[in-house]
């Protein structure tokens, strides 16, 4: 199967083959622990039905996520952060993961490392309304790669 990427990965590199270089947007090891679970390497029916799976829910999460913001709802912006957070590190999808975690403890009136306490509510608002376009490009991003490894696009 020859991906639809002009780079491709050395074989020598973490031991993948014929796997496009995915930059800095998808982990390629933890991507191709998914891949391992294909049966048929060409078609990767068990892979994007995962990978597409994330997709929906994702648009979906962040519909609720705008709500959410626009309502001013911290408890659910850090669920709704935690959850799309820990699909996305299944699937390696770093940036995306990294933005949600960031909105995980917003939500959770801290900072972006999770470590100290931001009492204003309104400051922690104000930094998930700036990552929160951030997350949209990264996903779409993301998805755009994922798309075109599965022929899509």
Do not use: W
């Amino acid at each position: 199967m020859a991906a639809r990427h002009d780079s491709q990965e050395d074989p020598s590199d973490a031991g993948s083959v014929g796997l496009p270089d995915f930059g800095d947007n998808i982990d390629q090891m933890t991507f191709e622990q998914i891949l391992e679970m294909d049966d048929d390497e060409e078609e990767r029916d068990f892979s994007k039905s995962i990978v597409y799976g994330f997709f929906e829910q994702a648009e979906n999460t962040f519909k609720s996520m705008d709500t959410s913001l626009a309502k001013e709802d911290l408890d659910s912006l850090s669920s709704l952060g935690h959850f799309l957070k820990g699909s996305s590190a299944t699937l390696g999808l770093t940036k995306v993961k990294d933005s949600c975690e960031k909105i995980q403890h917003y939500g959770a009136h801290k900072d972006e490392t999770g470590n100290n306490a931001v009492p204003d509510a309104n400051l922690c608002l104000e930094r998930i309304r700036k990552i929160m376009p951030i997350l949209k490009h990264d996903y779409s991003e993301a998805e755009s790669i994922l798309r075109r490894f599965y022929h899509d696009q």
